[in-house]
Every structure is written in structure tokens, then in C-alpha cells.
């Protein structure tokens, strides 16, 4: 098959042995317990990391926890930190990998994946099998590559930078240990220990995605990760001919424990180092200008404005709920920043607006408030759908498949006309808002049809729908009220 082929069977297999690992239960539970202290956290992060198999899943993970405000910065990083310690172990089961080992996991992997029930387990399988195979081709086909690319005699420090490039570009370290593990017999064992230890530094720029998106937390992730696993992999680096018998994997376990042991009497210097890179932006009005008070019509556009803001937030708020809801994954904590914003700027918006009112008498002022209070309201109630949605989780229970489609359906249909009131809000566009008001039968109609979706499956004994009834009619019932307060939005936009 070839060299190549097979590392993309073997990341393939990675990525399937996480998503097989990904339903079992109790995750959750042991994400709790890892808040109470570092040390429960090291030994929470390096069994998730375990269970999961990819570090850099919970590196993404950690980043959401921080910014919901429940981790602070230290915690975040010693969170991806152990968890990628825990997921560094896979790389010692694919040193096992044989051709029978392969063929065992494919040919056991199969029934399970037919079994709708047994899909989970299915994967996992076939996830083990696919990463066998793909090394056992990796370390055949290794010598291929000695005369296109001449690696052979590869220097320590090279091997470091081919490796940090690696680890970057697969976003996987094991991936690159494994890599690192084929070519042994091309590279020398110096050089491929040199190019596990610069995968395990250049993994972090998993989190260089995400900082590019607008994720601010992301930067200060990134500087703390990158910077702690660059300071504590040089010193291995200079010793690599030392640490020869250790071999790839042992050289790979140890250095992601090193990273993490190391980490934890200078957790507090990096969240001070981490507050002065990247300090933390207050939330304020941007439009609202008390100079502007002596001019009110200026001053009624300027809260319009500012209210666009505000609909702003509560339209991510809810993008949020829609992603969480999808993954499955994560909880009120990671709205909290965000209905901050809602709730300060809602406050803002009210005491401006009551001053406007005081000089002016005009009934514009109530309209603007009622529309501030309406917004304020409607970010309680996204929260409440994940809240819901995060009890239910907490108990081991998930909703069906379809079910868990509708709701994301409603989820949807709820954000784009959420997005449209927010549009017309901020520009005062009332052609926009009519729109949105125009399509009230077709939703009710279509949240009419998703109940009878949930009635049927009821009556077919869906035992997970009986399980999660009602925290789904909850959430529908919730998704509703937000319709209904962006149809009363869209109503004030039109008196405007």
C-alpha cells in the first residue's frame, strides 16, 4: 500500500478510536471532580485524555471552559496539558500494531457497527483496526521515502523543527509519534526521538485556529501551552542521545509528563504572565455618548445602535446553545461571558434611555426600553435551554437521534429570524422585521409538526425519547418563547 496511505489509515483510525471513546458515560462526572484542585485535575485531565484518545480534543475543550469562566487561564492549560499526558499512552498500543491485530479489530468491528446499538463500540473497533493497519503499511513502506527525501543522519535540532511542523500541521502529537515510530529505521533513533519532541511543542498550534477566528481566550491559551512545552522540551532536546533507551514511546510519555509535573508550581506566574500579554477587555457601551443627550435624536439613534449590539450577543448566545446542543458537549458556563455582555449593556441601555426620557417625554424611550428588557429576557432564555439540555447529559442520558435533529432544526430556524430581528434592529430596517413577522404560521406550523415528530415516537416506544420527553418538550417550549419575543421585537422595530 505505501508509506503514505498508510499514516492517513492510521490518523483515520485516531480520529475514529476518540469518536467510539467520545459516548462513554461519566465524563462529565470526572470534569467535575477535576475543578476542585490541580492535582484533581492532573489525574482527571490524564484519564480524559486517556478514555479519549486526543489531547487536542480537550485542549479545545479547555478553551471553552475558559472562557465560560470555569477554569481560569492556569487551570485551562494544566487541563490540555494532562489530558494529552493520558492520550500520549495510544501511541504505546499502536506500537503493538500487527497485521493480525488489524484484521482481528475489522472483521470484530463490523457486526457491532451494524448493530444500531452497538455503533459506539462498532468504531472503536474499527477505529483500533484502521490504526493498526495504517502502521504496520507505515513501517513496510518507510524506505520508500529514504531516496525522495534523504532524511537518513537527520540532525537532533532538524528532526525537532520537522517534527514541531508535523505535530502543527496533523494537530495530533501521537500521530507524530507514531510517524516518528515507523521511521526508526530512517531516521535513527536521535532523530525520530527529536521529532517526537518537537510534535509534542507543535501541537499546540492546534489552538491557532481558533485565536484567528476572534477567539481572544485562544491567544492566551496558546502563549501559555506553546511557551511552558517549548521552555521544557529544549533541556530534553540537548539530552536526546541520553534518552535513547527510552525509546519513541517512552521518550513521548515522558516528555508530555514532564510538561505537565512542571507545570504546576509555576501555574500562578503564567496566569499573571497571561493577564499582562492579553488583559481582560471590559464590557461597556460603545455608542452611547452623554454629550449626545443635549441632541435626542441623535441620542434615539445612538440606543438603537447600542441595542444592535445587544441583539448581537444574544445571537451568539444562542449559536452557542445550537453548537452545544450538536456536540453534546459543554454548559451554561460557556454563556456566561456572553450574557454578561447582555446583562450590563441591557443596564446601560435602561439608565441611558430613563435620562432620555426625563429630558424628552418621548414615547420612543419606552419603546426602547421595552425592547432592552425584551433582549435581557431572551438570553435568560437560551441559557435555560442549555441548562436543560446539561441536567439531562448530567444523568447519562441523551436524546435520540431524531429528536436531537428537531431540536436542532427548531434551533436553527429560531436563529435566523433571531438574526434577521437583530439586522433590522440595529438598522432600523423595517422591511426586514415585517419579513420575519410574515412567516408566523409557516413556524407554527412547523413547530406543530416537530411535537407530532415527538407524539409518534412516543408511541413507537422509543425508549430514549420516553427517557428525555421532557427536556425536550421543555426545549421546544423554550425555543418558542424566544420566537415569540423576537416576533414582539420585530413588532417594536416596525412602531420605531
Known sequence: MGFLPGLALLLLGLYLVGEGLAGLKGRRHLLARALGSPGGIVLSGGLLGLLSGSGTGFSLLALGLLEGGVFALGQAALLSLAATWGASLWVGVVALGKGELASFFLVLGIPFYIWPRGRRLGVFLLGMGLLFLGFTEMSQGAWHLASLFALGGLPPWAGYGVG???????????????????????????????????????????????????RREAWKLLAVLLGHRLAFS??????????????????????????????????????????????????????????????????????????????????????????????????????????????????????????????????????????ASELEHLGDLVRRVVRQAEKLWAQGLTFSPEGKEDLLEAGRLVLNRLERMAAALATGDKALAQGALAEEDEVAAFVDRLRRAHLSRLESGRPESRATTLAHLDILITLEEVLAGVERLCRLVLEL
Request: charged content about 20%.
Open 234 to 371: 529544549l533541556p530534553l532536546l540537548l539530552f536526546v542521545d541520553h534518552l535513547a533507551p527510552l525509546g519513541v514511546v517512552g521518550v513521548h510519555i515522558l516528555g508530555h509528563l514532564v510538561y505537565t509535573l512542571t507545570f504546576l508550581p509555576l501555574l500562578a506566574r503564567y496566569e499573571g504572565l497571561g493577564e499582562r500579554l492579553f488583559p481582560v477587555r471590559t464590557v461597556s457601551p460603545k455608542y452611547l455618548s452623554l454629550e449626545a443627550l443635549e441632541t435626542p435624536s441623535l441620542a434615539y439613534a445612538l440606543v438603537q445602535r447600542e441595542l444592535g449590539r445587544v441583539a448581537d450577543a444574544v445571537r451568539d448566545m444562542l449559536a452557542k446553545a445550537v453548537r452545544i446542543l450538536a456536540q453534546e458537549e459543554g454548559g451554561e458556563a460557556e454563556l456566561e461571558a456572553l450574557e454578561e455582555k447582555v446583562d450590563r449593556l441591557t443596564r446601560e441601555v435602561v439608565l441611558y434611555t430613563a435620562e432620555l426620557s426625563t429630558r424628552t417625554r418621548d414615547e420612543r424611550a419606552v419603546r426602547f426600553f421595552v425592547a
Open 164 to 214: 514541531f511542523f508535523l505535530g502543527f500541521l496533523l494537530g495530533s502529537a501521537n500521530g507524530a509519534a507514531a510517524l516518528a515510530l515507523a521511521l526508526v529505521p530512517l531516521l535513527g533513533v536521535s532523530g525520530s526521538l527529536a521529532l517526537t519532541l518537537g510534535a509534542g511543542v507543535g501541537v499546540s498550534g492546534a489552538l491557532i485556529w481558533p485565536a484567528l477566528s476572534g
